[in-house]
């Protein structure tokens, strides 16, 4: 997974930039633009910028980050043939997944079997999801990646309105997590559990 110094490098290369982790967005109270029409192209703000760095991605050899990004593009509502076209070299390009580390592999297919026992074709917000590996075992799922030092959406401060998913997913983000905040993360996520 890219870090935040190759995360801007990449960014800068592919004539974009970010404004880092949302939740030091000057003037944070102002959601983002998220509809596109701003000619600031920061990679959360606009479907095409994501379609952008997802064939950024796929042109420097980072097909998982390339495919997660291309999926979020077409949450944001990016369309048409550059979607279809990145779709098909993406195809031929990524890692099969019985070739993935068999701990990662289990982890993300027992929790796309938990998100389709939901039902059928919900959307998903990977929050902390790393390079997205879990878009390619929700095929049919709408998805969209929130990890910072990937493409620069936080879930600290989602740019998103209450209501935009269907569900919010996160996997081995605990560990991640200061010891300080583990607690209330912990009894908030098993709150929203039960609801």
Same mark, same amino acid.
């Given at each position: 997974m890219p870090t935040v110094a190759p995360l801007n490098r990449i960014l800068n290369k592919a004539g974009l930039r970010s404004a880092g982790c949302l939740s030091k967005w000057p003037g944070r109270s102002k959601k983002p633009d998220l509809s596109g029409k701003s000619n600031t192209k920061f990679l959360y703000s606009a479907p095409q910028?994501? #379609?952008?760095?997802?064939?950024?991605?796929?042109?420097?050899?980072?097909?998982?980050?390339?495919?997660?990004?291309?999926?979020?593009? &077409?949450? #944001?509502?990016?369309?048409?043939?550059?979607?279809?076209? +990145?779709?098909?070299?993406?195809?031929?390009? +990524?890692?099969?997944?019985?070739? *993935?580390a068999h701990n990662q592999y289990y982890r993300l297919q027992s929790l796309a079997n938990a998100i389709f026992a939901?039902?059928?074709? +919900?959307?998903?917000?990977?929050?902390?999801?790393?390079?997205? &590996?879990?878009?390619?075992?929700i095929p049919n799922n709408p998805y969209c990646l929130?990890?910072?030092?990937?493409?620069?959406?936080?879930g600290e401060n989602?740019?998103?309105?209450?209501g935009s998913f269907d569900l919010v997913v996160s996997c081995h983000v605990l560990e991640h997590i200061p010891t300080s905040d583990v607690m209330?993360?912990?009894? *908030?996520?098993?709150?929203?559990a039960y609801l």
């Open positions: 910028a994501h #379609l952008q760095y997802a064939e950024f991605c796929f042109q420097e050899g980072l097909f998982e980050v390339a495919h997660s990004e291309m999926r979020t593009a &077409n949450f #944001l509502g990016a369309k048409g043939d550059r979607v279809k076209d +990145l779709a098909r070299k993406l195809e031929h390009s +990524l890692t099969p997944l019985e070739d *993935i939901q039902g059928e074709s +919900l959307s998903v917000l990977d929050v902390g999801g790393g390079a997205g &590996n879990l878009s390619r075992f929130a990890e910072p030092i990937v493409n620069g959406i936080s989602l740019p998103f309105e209450d209330p993360f912990w009894i *908030i996520e098993k709150r929203k």
